[in-house]
Protein backbone atom coordinates (compact mmCIF):
# COMPACT_ATOMS: atom_id res chain seq x y z
CA UNK A 1 0.00 0.00 0.00
CA UNK A 2 1.01 3.30 -1.07
CA UNK A 3 1.97 5.61 1.73
CA UNK A 4 -0.45 8.58 2.24
CA UNK A 5 1.33 11.93 1.51
CA UNK A 6 2.45 13.93 4.82
CA UNK A 7 4.84 16.46 6.12
CA UNK A 8 4.43 16.08 10.29
CA UNK A 9 7.36 18.08 10.77
CA UNK A 10 6.11 20.88 8.43
CA UNK A 11 2.77 20.79 10.50
CA UNK A 12 4.59 21.04 13.84
CA UNK A 13 6.66 24.03 12.54
CA UNK A 14 3.80 25.93 11.38
CA UNK A 15 2.42 25.84 14.73
CA UNK A 16 5.18 25.88 16.77
CA UNK A 17 5.72 29.55 14.58
CA UNK A 18 2.20 30.58 15.57
CA UNK A 19 2.84 29.53 18.75
CA UNK A 20 6.35 32.25 18.96
CA UNK A 21 3.90 34.98 17.23
CA UNK A 22 0.89 34.77 15.89
CA UNK A 23 0.66 38.22 15.13
CA UNK A 24 3.59 37.60 12.29
CA UNK A 25 3.36 34.12 11.40
CA UNK A 26 -0.78 33.54 11.19
CA UNK A 27 -1.71 35.66 8.16
CA UNK A 28 0.76 33.68 6.23
CA UNK A 29 -0.60 30.18 7.15
CA UNK A 30 -4.40 31.39 6.90
CA UNK A 31 -3.77 32.07 2.97
CA UNK A 32 -2.33 28.86 2.54
CA UNK A 33 -4.15 26.66 4.77
CA UNK A 34 -7.50 25.76 6.67
CA UNK A 35 -7.91 22.72 9.38
CA UNK A 36 -8.37 19.92 6.73
CA UNK A 37 -4.95 20.36 5.58
CA UNK A 38 -3.47 18.96 8.30
CA UNK A 39 -2.82 15.44 8.08
CA UNK A 40 -2.68 14.89 11.99
CA UNK A 41 -5.64 15.19 14.07
CA UNK A 42 -3.33 16.58 16.70
CA UNK A 43 -2.05 19.29 14.56
CA UNK A 44 -5.78 19.66 13.37
CA UNK A 45 -7.42 20.39 16.38
CA UNK A 46 -4.15 22.36 17.87
CA UNK A 47 -5.19 24.85 14.70
CA UNK A 48 -8.38 24.95 15.35
CA UNK A 49 -7.68 25.96 19.00
CA UNK A 50 -5.96 28.37 17.91
CA UNK A 51 -8.49 29.92 15.45
CA UNK A 52 -10.88 30.35 18.42
CA UNK A 53 -8.42 32.21 20.50
CA UNK A 54 -7.66 34.34 18.34
CA UNK A 55 -11.49 34.82 17.47
CA UNK A 56 -11.28 35.66 21.23
CA UNK A 57 -8.58 38.22 20.87
CA UNK A 58 -6.58 36.43 23.77
CA UNK A 59 -3.18 35.27 23.23
CA UNK A 60 -2.04 32.02 21.88
CA UNK A 61 0.43 29.93 23.92
CA UNK A 62 0.70 26.70 26.02
CA UNK A 63 -1.48 27.82 28.96
CA UNK A 64 -4.48 29.23 26.65
CA UNK A 65 -4.32 26.26 24.44
CA UNK A 66 -4.43 23.76 26.87
CA UNK A 67 -7.25 25.86 28.18
CA UNK A 68 -9.27 26.23 24.88
CA UNK A 69 -9.06 22.44 24.29
CA UNK A 70 -10.11 21.30 27.96
CA UNK A 71 -12.97 23.26 27.35
CA UNK A 72 -13.59 22.24 23.81
CA UNK A 73 -13.45 18.48 24.74
CA UNK A 74 -10.34 17.82 22.63
CA UNK A 75 -7.13 18.10 24.37
CA UNK A 76 -6.77 14.07 24.37
CA UNK A 77 -7.32 14.35 20.41
CA UNK A 78 -4.52 16.87 20.60
CA UNK A 79 -1.92 14.74 22.66
CA UNK A 80 -2.35 16.35 25.89
CA UNK A 81 -0.35 19.15 27.47
CA UNK A 82 3.03 16.96 26.65
CA UNK A 83 2.11 17.22 23.21
CA UNK A 84 1.69 20.96 23.34
CA UNK A 85 5.02 21.22 25.11
CA UNK A 86 6.55 19.71 22.62
CA UNK A 87 5.63 21.27 19.37
CA UNK A 88 6.56 25.01 21.57
CA UNK A 89 10.14 23.09 21.79
CA UNK A 90 10.36 22.88 18.23
CA UNK A 91 11.66 26.69 17.75
CA UNK A 92 12.02 27.53 13.82
CA UNK A 93 11.97 30.43 12.34
CA UNK A 94 9.09 32.36 11.67
CA UNK A 95 10.53 33.82 8.55
CA UNK A 96 10.33 30.45 7.45
CA UNK A 97 6.33 30.24 8.16
CA UNK A 98 5.01 30.30 4.81
CA UNK A 99 7.30 27.88 3.32
CA UNK A 100 6.32 25.81 5.98
CA UNK A 101 2.51 26.40 5.24
CA UNK A 102 3.33 25.59 1.23
CA UNK A 103 4.56 22.23 2.10
CA UNK A 104 1.75 21.28 4.22
CA UNK A 105 -0.91 22.25 1.87
CA UNK A 106 1.71 20.47 -1.16
CA UNK A 107 1.19 17.06 0.97
CA UNK A 108 -2.58 17.77 1.21
CA UNK A 109 -2.90 18.51 -2.36
CA UNK A 110 -1.28 15.08 -2.99
CA UNK A 111 -3.63 13.38 -0.72
CA UNK A 112 -6.74 14.94 -2.35
CA UNK A 113 -5.13 13.95 -5.98
CA UNK A 114 -5.25 10.22 -4.83
CA UNK A 115 -8.44 9.74 -3.47
CA UNK A 116 -9.46 11.81 -6.77
CA UNK A 117 -7.98 8.74 -8.02
CA UNK A 118 -9.14 5.96 -6.21
CA UNK A 119 -12.55 7.47 -6.49
CA UNK A 120 -12.08 7.39 -10.28
CA UNK A 121 -10.89 3.56 -9.96
CA UNK A 122 -14.05 2.51 -8.33
CA UNK A 123 -16.39 4.60 -10.36
CA UNK A 124 -15.00 3.35 -13.08
CA UNK A 125 -16.22 -0.29 -12.71
CA UNK A 126 -19.83 0.70 -11.93
CA UNK A 127 -20.86 4.07 -14.18
CA UNK A 128 -21.00 5.97 -17.99
CA UNK A 129 -17.29 7.46 -18.29
CA UNK A 130 -19.38 10.31 -20.15
CA UNK A 131 -20.50 11.78 -16.42
CA UNK A 132 -17.10 10.05 -14.69
CA UNK A 133 -14.68 11.98 -17.29
CA UNK A 134 -16.59 15.34 -17.13
CA UNK A 135 -17.05 15.24 -13.18
CA UNK A 136 -12.86 13.95 -12.98
CA UNK A 137 -12.10 17.25 -15.46
CA UNK A 138 -14.03 19.74 -12.68
CA UNK A 139 -12.28 18.43 -9.32
CA UNK A 140 -9.19 18.94 -11.00
CA UNK A 141 -9.88 22.80 -12.37
CA UNK A 142 -10.80 23.40 -8.62
CA UNK A 143 -7.42 21.65 -7.77
CA UNK A 144 -5.27 23.32 -10.81
CA UNK A 145 -7.06 27.12 -9.85
CA UNK A 146 -6.37 26.27 -5.44
CA UNK A 147 -2.32 25.44 -6.58
CA UNK A 148 -1.68 27.64 -9.58
CA UNK A 149 -3.10 30.99 -8.46
CA UNK A 150 -5.49 33.58 -10.78
CA UNK A 151 -8.16 32.70 -13.05
CA UNK A 152 -8.62 31.73 -16.54
CA UNK A 153 -10.80 33.63 -18.72
CA UNK A 154 -14.22 31.89 -18.04
CA UNK A 155 -14.27 31.39 -14.38
CA UNK A 156 -13.37 35.12 -14.16
CA UNK A 157 -16.32 35.46 -16.30
CA UNK A 158 -18.65 33.00 -14.65
CA UNK A 159 -18.24 35.06 -11.19
CA UNK A 160 -19.01 38.32 -13.24
CA UNK A 161 -21.95 36.83 -15.16
CA UNK A 162 -23.08 35.35 -11.49
CA UNK A 163 -22.76 39.01 -9.65
CA UNK A 164 -25.02 39.99 -12.17
CA UNK A 165 -27.77 37.46 -12.11
CA UNK A 166 -27.68 37.72 -8.20
CA UNK A 167 -27.63 41.66 -8.79
CA UNK A 168 -31.00 41.03 -11.16
CA UNK A 169 -32.61 38.66 -9.12
CA UNK A 170 -32.06 40.25 -5.94
CA UNK A 171 -31.99 43.81 -6.28
CA UNK A 172 -28.89 43.98 -4.44
CA UNK A 173 -25.31 45.71 -5.20
CA UNK A 174 -22.03 44.44 -4.46
CA UNK A 175 -21.61 46.98 -1.82
CA UNK A 176 -22.63 46.87 1.97
CA UNK A 177 -25.20 49.58 1.81
CA UNK A 178 -24.57 52.84 3.63
CA UNK A 179 -27.15 54.31 5.88
CA UNK A 180 -27.78 57.09 3.18
CA UNK A 181 -29.65 56.66 0.01
CA UNK A 182 -27.60 59.57 -1.63
CA UNK A 183 -24.11 58.26 -0.67
CA UNK A 184 -25.11 54.72 -1.96
CA UNK A 185 -26.20 56.26 -5.37
CA UNK A 186 -22.93 57.78 -5.36
CA UNK A 187 -20.79 54.81 -5.01
CA UNK A 188 -20.37 52.65 -7.54
CA UNK A 189 -20.93 49.37 -5.61
CA UNK A 190 -23.80 50.94 -4.19
CA UNK A 191 -22.77 51.15 -0.67
CA UNK A 192 -18.77 50.53 1.08
CA UNK A 193 -16.73 48.42 -1.64
CA UNK A 194 -16.08 44.53 -0.97
CA UNK A 195 -12.96 43.62 -1.36
CA UNK A 196 -10.80 46.94 -1.77
CA UNK A 197 -9.73 49.22 0.75
CA UNK A 198 -11.77 52.34 1.14
CA UNK A 199 -10.35 55.12 3.09
CA UNK A 200 -12.32 58.32 4.64
CA UNK A 201 -10.92 61.35 5.55
CA UNK A 202 -11.32 64.18 7.40
CA UNK A 203 -9.76 66.74 10.11
CA UNK A 204 -10.34 67.33 13.66
CA UNK A 205 -13.92 67.48 14.25
CA UNK A 206 -15.38 66.90 10.72
CA UNK A 207 -17.08 63.89 11.83
CA UNK A 208 -14.80 61.33 10.64
CA UNK A 209 -15.23 58.78 13.68
CA UNK A 210 -18.66 59.68 13.84
CA UNK A 211 -19.46 58.93 10.20
CA UNK A 212 -17.35 55.47 11.02
CA UNK A 213 -19.52 54.57 14.07
CA UNK A 214 -23.00 54.93 12.68
CA UNK A 215 -22.10 53.15 9.66
CA UNK A 216 -21.21 50.61 11.81
CA UNK A 217 -24.12 50.37 13.95
CA UNK A 218 -26.21 50.45 11.05
CA UNK A 219 -24.64 47.87 9.28
CA UNK A 220 -24.98 45.71 12.17
CA UNK A 221 -28.66 46.55 12.42
CA UNK A 222 -29.49 45.55 8.71
CA UNK A 223 -27.53 41.88 9.40
CA UNK A 224 -24.19 42.38 7.92
CA UNK A 225 -21.33 41.03 10.22
CA UNK A 226 -19.64 43.85 11.13
CA UNK A 227 -15.76 44.29 13.16
CA UNK A 228 -14.92 48.29 13.80
CA UNK A 229 -11.70 48.68 15.12
CA UNK A 230 -11.27 51.52 17.21
CA UNK A 231 -8.41 52.66 17.88
CA UNK A 232 -8.90 56.11 19.76
CA UNK A 233 -11.42 55.23 21.85
CA UNK A 234 -11.99 52.68 23.97
CA UNK A 235 -15.20 50.52 22.98
CA UNK A 236 -17.64 52.03 26.01
CA UNK A 237 -16.86 55.33 24.36
CA UNK A 238 -17.93 54.21 20.80
CA UNK A 239 -21.17 52.15 22.56
CA UNK A 240 -22.04 55.10 24.19
CA UNK A 241 -22.22 56.70 20.47
CA UNK A 242 -24.22 53.83 18.93
CA UNK A 243 -26.43 54.38 21.81
CA UNK A 244 -26.34 58.41 21.48
CA UNK A 245 -27.27 57.65 17.86
CA UNK A 246 -30.08 54.91 18.02
CA UNK A 247 -31.62 56.93 20.32
CA UNK A 248 -31.19 60.36 19.04
CA UNK A 249 -29.83 61.80 22.65
CA UNK A 250 -26.69 63.70 23.78
CA UNK A 251 -23.68 62.18 22.88
CA UNK A 252 -21.89 64.66 25.60
CA UNK A 253 -24.75 63.77 28.46
CA UNK A 254 -23.96 59.63 27.59
CA UNK A 255 -20.25 60.18 28.36
CA UNK A 256 -20.41 61.75 30.73
CA UNK A 257 -23.17 61.59 33.56
CA UNK A 258 -25.21 59.65 31.89
CA UNK A 259 -28.84 60.00 30.20
CA UNK A 260 -31.28 62.26 32.36
CA UNK A 261 -34.08 60.70 34.31
CA UNK A 262 -36.52 61.10 31.53
CA UNK A 263 -34.42 59.77 28.91
CA UNK A 264 -33.31 56.80 30.99
CA UNK A 265 -35.79 54.49 29.23
CA UNK A 266 -35.02 55.83 25.65
CA UNK A 267 -31.19 55.36 26.00
CA UNK A 268 -31.82 51.25 27.61
CA UNK A 269 -34.11 50.68 24.50
CA UNK A 270 -31.26 51.75 22.35
CA UNK A 271 -28.42 50.22 24.35
CA UNK A 272 -30.38 46.58 24.64
CA UNK A 273 -30.81 46.72 20.76
CA UNK A 274 -27.52 47.35 20.32
CA UNK A 275 -26.17 44.29 22.54
CA UNK A 276 -28.34 42.36 21.11
CA UNK A 277 -26.15 42.22 18.26
CA UNK A 278 -23.54 39.70 19.86
CA UNK A 279 -23.86 37.91 16.95
CA UNK A 280 -23.00 40.63 14.51
CA UNK A 281 -21.23 43.52 16.08
CA UNK A 282 -17.25 42.89 17.30
CA UNK A 283 -15.07 45.59 18.87
CA UNK A 284 -11.36 45.45 18.53
CA UNK A 285 -8.61 47.99 20.41
CA UNK A 286 -5.38 49.01 21.14
CA UNK A 287 -5.33 46.14 23.36
CA UNK A 288 -5.67 43.59 20.93
CA UNK A 289 -2.32 44.24 19.11
CA UNK A 290 0.05 46.35 16.49
CA UNK A 291 -1.24 46.01 12.85
CA UNK A 292 0.27 42.91 12.13
CA UNK A 293 -1.32 41.10 15.16
CA UNK A 294 -4.82 42.89 14.64
CA UNK A 295 -5.34 42.23 10.71
CA UNK A 296 -3.92 38.22 11.86
CA UNK A 297 -7.20 38.34 14.06
CA UNK A 298 -9.47 40.29 12.18
CA UNK A 299 -8.80 37.41 8.89
CA UNK A 300 -8.97 34.47 11.67
CA UNK A 301 -12.61 36.17 12.51
CA UNK A 302 -13.31 36.65 9.22
CA UNK A 303 -12.17 32.78 7.83
CA UNK A 304 -13.89 30.95 11.10
CA UNK A 305 -17.37 33.70 11.26
CA UNK A 306 -17.35 35.50 8.30
CA UNK A 307 -17.16 39.49 7.74
CA UNK A 308 -18.85 41.47 5.83
CA UNK A 309 -17.50 45.30 6.56
CA UNK A 310 -14.77 46.57 8.77
CA UNK A 311 -14.37 50.07 10.31
CA UNK A 312 -10.76 50.68 10.80
CA UNK A 313 -10.51 54.43 12.93
CA UNK A 314 -7.81 55.12 12.54
CA UNK A 315 -4.23 54.81 10.28
CA UNK A 316 -2.43 57.21 12.27
CA UNK A 317 -3.41 55.98 15.69
CA UNK A 318 -2.34 52.38 14.40
CA UNK A 319 0.85 51.00 16.29
CA UNK A 320 2.96 49.12 14.99
CA UNK A 321 4.48 50.42 11.34
CA UNK A 322 7.93 49.44 10.72
CA UNK A 323 10.49 52.20 9.98
CA UNK A 324 12.61 55.27 11.62
CA UNK A 325 10.28 58.08 10.12
CA UNK A 326 6.58 58.96 10.65
CA UNK A 327 5.71 58.53 6.69
CA UNK A 328 7.92 55.31 6.66
CA UNK A 329 5.58 53.88 9.76
CA UNK A 330 2.43 54.89 7.93
CA UNK A 331 3.61 53.23 4.77
CA UNK A 332 4.47 49.94 6.27
CA UNK A 333 1.10 50.36 8.19
CA UNK A 334 -1.29 50.77 4.94
CA UNK A 335 0.31 48.13 3.48
CA UNK A 336 -0.46 45.73 6.14
CA UNK A 337 -4.33 46.96 5.94
CA UNK A 338 -4.54 46.93 2.29
CA UNK A 339 -2.65 43.23 2.40
CA UNK A 340 -5.77 42.77 4.99
CA UNK A 341 -8.13 43.48 2.62
CA UNK A 342 -6.88 41.78 -0.69
CA UNK A 343 -7.28 38.64 1.68
CA UNK A 344 -10.68 39.52 1.78
CA UNK A 345 -12.39 39.91 -0.77
CA UNK A 346 -15.79 39.51 0.47
CA UNK A 347 -15.29 41.71 2.60
CA UNK A 348 -15.57 45.76 3.07
CA UNK A 349 -12.44 47.61 4.70
CA UNK A 350 -13.05 51.33 5.17
CA UNK A 351 -10.21 52.94 7.04
CA UNK A 352 -9.67 56.57 8.75
CA UNK A 353 -7.19 58.87 7.77
CA UNK A 354 -6.27 62.09 8.91
CA UNK A 355 -5.25 65.08 6.78
CA UNK A 356 -2.13 67.02 7.36
CA UNK A 357 -1.85 70.42 9.19
CA UNK A 358 -3.29 72.87 6.98
CA UNK A 359 -2.42 76.84 6.40
CA UNK A 360 -6.06 77.01 4.42
CA UNK A 361 -8.73 75.58 6.03
CA UNK A 362 -11.38 77.56 3.70
CA UNK A 363 -11.42 75.33 0.59
CA UNK A 364 -11.61 71.45 0.23
CA UNK A 365 -9.00 69.33 0.93
CA UNK A 366 -7.96 67.12 -1.84
CA UNK A 367 -5.97 63.61 -1.76
CA UNK A 368 -2.57 65.84 -1.63
CA UNK A 369 -3.43 66.73 1.67
CA UNK A 370 -3.69 63.09 3.01
CA UNK A 371 -1.00 62.18 6.01
CA UNK A 372 1.03 60.00 3.48
CA UNK A 373 -0.30 61.71 0.64
CA UNK A 374 0.99 59.57 -1.97
CA UNK A 375 0.75 56.06 -0.44
CA UNK A 376 -2.42 56.45 0.63
CA UNK A 377 -4.17 58.11 -2.68
CA UNK A 378 -1.88 54.89 -4.66
CA UNK A 379 -3.14 52.09 -2.19
CA UNK A 380 -6.63 53.00 -1.67
CA UNK A 381 -9.36 52.28 -4.52
CA UNK A 382 -11.94 54.81 -3.21
CA UNK A 383 -11.14 58.00 -0.76
CA UNK A 384 -14.17 59.90 0.70
CA UNK A 385 -13.56 63.48 2.03
CA UNK A 386 -15.85 65.04 5.12
CA UNK A 387 -15.46 68.94 4.85
CA UNK A 388 -17.64 71.76 5.50
CA UNK A 389 -16.11 75.47 5.53
CA UNK A 390 -14.88 76.88 8.84
CA UNK A 391 -17.41 79.81 8.62
CA UNK A 392 -20.23 77.06 8.06
CA UNK A 393 -19.42 74.64 10.77
CA UNK A 394 -22.53 75.24 13.10
CA UNK A 395 -24.93 74.93 9.92
CA UNK A 396 -26.47 71.41 10.29
CA UNK A 397 -24.78 69.77 6.93
CA UNK A 398 -21.54 68.65 5.65
CA UNK A 399 -20.22 67.78 2.49
CA UNK A 400 -19.03 64.56 1.51
CA UNK A 401 -16.60 64.59 -1.33
CA UNK A 402 -15.77 61.52 -3.25
CA UNK A 403 -12.67 62.39 -4.77
CA UNK A 404 -11.50 59.34 -5.84
CA UNK A 405 -13.44 56.02 -6.77
CA UNK A 406 -11.84 52.81 -8.37
CA UNK A 407 -13.68 53.61 -12.24
CA UNK A 408 -12.47 57.24 -11.68
CA UNK A 409 -16.35 58.76 -10.89
CA UNK A 410 -16.45 61.76 -8.55
CA UNK A 411 -19.36 62.96 -7.17
CA UNK A 412 -20.22 65.58 -4.83
CA UNK A 413 -22.17 64.39 -1.53
CA UNK A 414 -24.51 67.15 1.09
CA UNK A 415 -25.39 65.63 3.94
CA UNK A 416 -27.16 66.27 7.48
CA UNK A 417 -24.92 66.41 10.33
CA UNK A 418 -26.44 66.28 13.96
CA UNK A 419 -23.82 67.10 16.17
CA UNK A 420 -25.33 66.92 19.69
CA UNK A 421 -26.24 62.70 18.99
CA UNK A 422 -23.00 62.71 16.37
CA UNK A 423 -25.63 61.27 13.54
CA UNK A 424 -25.33 61.91 9.79
CA UNK A 425 -28.28 61.36 7.69
CA UNK A 426 -29.80 62.09 4.49
CA UNK A 427 -29.89 65.77 3.54
CA UNK A 428 -33.51 65.72 1.63
CA UNK A 429 -33.99 69.50 2.04
CA UNK A 430 -30.70 70.68 1.52
CA UNK A 431 -31.67 72.58 -1.95
CA UNK A 432 -34.09 74.81 -0.07
CA UNK A 433 -31.77 75.51 2.99
CA UNK A 434 -29.18 77.04 0.42
CA UNK A 435 -26.25 75.64 1.88
CA UNK A 436 -24.83 74.49 -1.27
CA UNK A 437 -25.13 78.20 -2.10
CA UNK A 438 -23.82 79.54 0.91
CA UNK A 439 -20.45 77.32 0.83
CA UNK A 440 -19.34 77.82 -2.62
CA UNK A 441 -19.60 81.40 -1.72
CA UNK A 442 -17.82 80.65 1.49
CA UNK A 443 -15.07 79.35 -0.81
CA UNK A 444 -14.70 82.25 -3.41
CA UNK A 445 -14.40 84.64 -0.83
Given at each position: ????P??????????????????????????????????????????????????R????????????????????????????A????V??????????????????????????????????????????????????????????????????????????????????????????????????A????????????GE?????????????????L?????????L????????K?????????????????????????????????????K???????????????L????????????T??????????????????????????????????????????????????????????????????????????S???????P??????????????????????????????N????????????????????????
Amino acid sequence: MSRVPHNLEAEASVLSCILMDAGRALPPCLAVLSAADFFSPKHRAIWESMLRLVNRSEPVDVLTLEGDLRQSGTIFTAGGIEYLAEISGVVPTVENVAHHARLVRAESVRRDLMELGDTLTRKAREGAPEGLIQGAVEQLKDLLSTEQGGMTADQVAKDVLRGWEDRRDGGTMPGVPTSMDTLNNALEAGGWPRGVLFVVAGETSMGKTSLMVGEALHAALAGQRVDYVGLEDQAPRIFKRMVAQRARLQNKRLQGAGPRSAEWQTAFDALAEIANLKDSLHFWSKRDGDARTLAAKILAKQRTKGTDVVFWDYLQKTRGGRGKSDYERIKDTLEVIDDLAAEMPDTALVLGSQFKRRQDLTSPPGLQDLKGAGEIENESRSVLIIWTHPDLLEEPFRLFRLAKQSEGGRADVYVRWTAENVRFEDAGHVEESGYRERLREAVGR
